[in-house]
Nanobody
Framework: QLQLVESGGGLVQPGGSLRLSCAASKFKLDYYAIGWFRQAPGKEREGVACINSITEGNTYYADSVKGRFTISRVGANHTVYLQMNSLKPEDTAVYYC?????????WGQGTQVTVSS
């Protein structure tokens, strides 16, 4: 089964930035759409951003993060990034990356992002 690994979470002050990474063990994500989701305490998991395959490159964002977050991929290291700027306390959540490879959904273990002064 595909193993997705997220990293880059942490504690940051409001207005700060973090960059999350998503990679797969022994698998190249380049030709698959990858999504970032988040789940705050007591709330449902919600979609944050999505990027199409490396050959298409289209990106999509939730309204709540447009203009602040940027999803991208670097083909050389087969990694998908979520650059998060101008962070707000309401961005606090566990962030997950998601891939659907040939009809099989896979989630990472999640990385905690806490925005607090």
């Amino acid at each position: 089964q595909l193993q997705l690994v997220e990293s880059g979470g942490g504690l940051v002050q409001p207005g700060g930035s973090l960059r999350l990474s998503c990679a797969a063990s022994k698998f190249k994500l380049d030709y698959y759409a990858i999504g970032w989701f988040r789940q705050a305490p007591g709330k449902e998991r919600e979609g944050v951003a999505c990027i199409n395959s490396i050959t298409e490159g289209n990106t999509y964002y939730a309204d709540s993060v447009k203009g602040r977050f940027t999803i991208s991929r670097v083909g050389a290291n087969h990694t998908v990034y979520l650059q998060m700027n101008s962070l707000k306390p309401e961005d606090t959540a566990v962030y997950y990356c998601y891939a659907n490879i040939n009809g099989v959904p896979s989630w990472g273990q999640g990385t905690q992002v806490t925005v607090s002064s």
